[in-house]
């Protein structure tokens, strides 16, 4: 088993990978589903078919009223079934799923899409022999139609300046997303376990957001510039309801597809970070290192806002906030840079195949 599982990850370098006499970890595939009916069976068949095979899968039902159950129950020998009785929406049925998971990584699959064969080695590829570590990573997604058809072999959110990006923690909103989504990441399930919120309610759509903001914040995230994950595009999803009708277009609205304001975001994660202080603060090698991730998470006006913020404490986030001042400005720059850089490499490429075209034309 163990030669299996390292030769699938093998797969994605050339450079001779070992883990001595370690065993490979266990990844919790878990799929979520509401409605989904449609496509459910794509989706569990393509988790349960990856070259990667040291994996659990988890199916979350959020009380579906379609034929999803029916089908989810065919595959309850290989698959551990959770049944929400009422619709509590996406992040709790992730943190459903997640009270389940036995594996050192997890992934959450969104019933809609499909995984393609060795999406799973991939991330363990990033996981275990990239550095920096990070906490979680993430493939670029392809688009796909509603019947499975590719539409584009890429995906507009995702910003990767190389074939693999390292992200580190940076302040949030600046600007907001770099990632594709949900079904292409895998995090490290104890970071999943310490950013875990009771207040699931107010990301019942875009939980993404949350877990995938909160865990670069704490420890960053690895892009791989490889499409092998299929987002499915059917005009219902929960806010990536655009078509890819061409040029750069955002998969989403903020203002007609019903994501939730920043501020929320920001609130949960400070509020987290300071009344759970004695968990979040040691993984900082100082109080001023702690400081300035909350003020990663929301500026000094906003947190006075949020929750009342102890003396000792307001002045620790006081005292580090011209440097997170500066750490964003750079942030906003750099990110702005990258995107300069890719949309000069796509100008440059459309100008050679014009010329190239003409040459030909030409007999020249």
């Known amino acids: 088993m163990v030669e299996k599982t390292l030769a699938a990850v093998q797969a994605h370098t050339d450079e001779k990978l070992s883990i001595g006499s370690a065993k490979m970890p266990l990844v919790s595939v878990i799929i ?9 069976r794509e989706c569990v068949d393509s988790c349960l078919n990856q070259d990667y095979p040291h994996i659990q899968l988890i199916i979350t039902d959020d ?13 309850s020998d290989r698959a551990d079934i959770v049944q929400h009785h009422e619709n509590k929406g996406q992040l709790a049925a992730f943190f459903s799923g997640l009270e389940r998971a036995k594996g050192e ?12 064969s060795d999406a799973v080695s991939a991330h363990i590829y990033l996981h275990l022999f990239r550095r920096p570590s990070a906490g979680f990573t993430c493939l670029r997604n392809r688009q796909v139609s509603e019947s499975s058809a590719v539409i584009s072999d890429f995906h507009s959110d995702f910003i990767a300046p190389e074939e693999i990006t390292s992200l580190s923690p940076r302040v949030i909103h600046t600007p907001t997303w770099s990632w594709s989504t949900t079904s292409a990441m895998m995090f490290r399930t104890d970071l ?5 919120t009771e207040n699931t309610d107010a990301f019942r759509v875009c939980a993404d957001y949350y877990i ?21 595009r059917h005009g219902k999803n929960l806010f990536s309801k655009n078509f890819v009708i061409g040029g750069d277009r955002p998969t989403g609205s903020l203002n007609h597809h019903g994501h939730m304001p920043h501020e929320i975001l920001q609130k ?11 968990e979040f603060e040691p ?5 001023s290192a702690y400081a300035e991730a909350v003020l990663f998470a929301a500026p ?21 906030e011209p440097a997170v001042i500066r750490i964003r400005d750079e942030q906003i720059r750099l990110k702005k840079a990258a995107r300069e850089m890719l949309e000069e490499e796509m100008n440059a490429l459309s100008a050679e195949k014009i010329k190239n075209g003409l040459k030909k034309r030409l007999g020249i």
């Open 300 to 320: 000094i006006k906003l947190i006075e806002e949020f929750l009342p913020c102890p003396p000792e404490l307001l002045n620790l986030l006081k005292a580090a």
């Open 283 to 287: 993984y900082y090698a100082s109080e």
């Open 268 to 278: 949960e994660i400070v509020t987290k970070m300071i009344e759970k202080r004695a």
């Open 192 to 196: 999943l376990r310490l950013i875990k």
């Open 105 to 116: 990584f997890t992934v959450f699959v969104d019933a809609d899409d499909f995984l393609d």
């Open 212 to 232: 995938a903001h909160f865990a670069n914040l704490l420890g960053g995230s690895i892009l791989f510039d490889r499409a092998k994950v299929n987002y499915r």
């Open 63 to 75: 009380c579906s009223t379609d034929g999803s159950r029916r089908i989810i129950e065919e595959y």
């Open 32 to 40: 979520t589903s509401f409605n989904y009916e449609k496509y459910l």
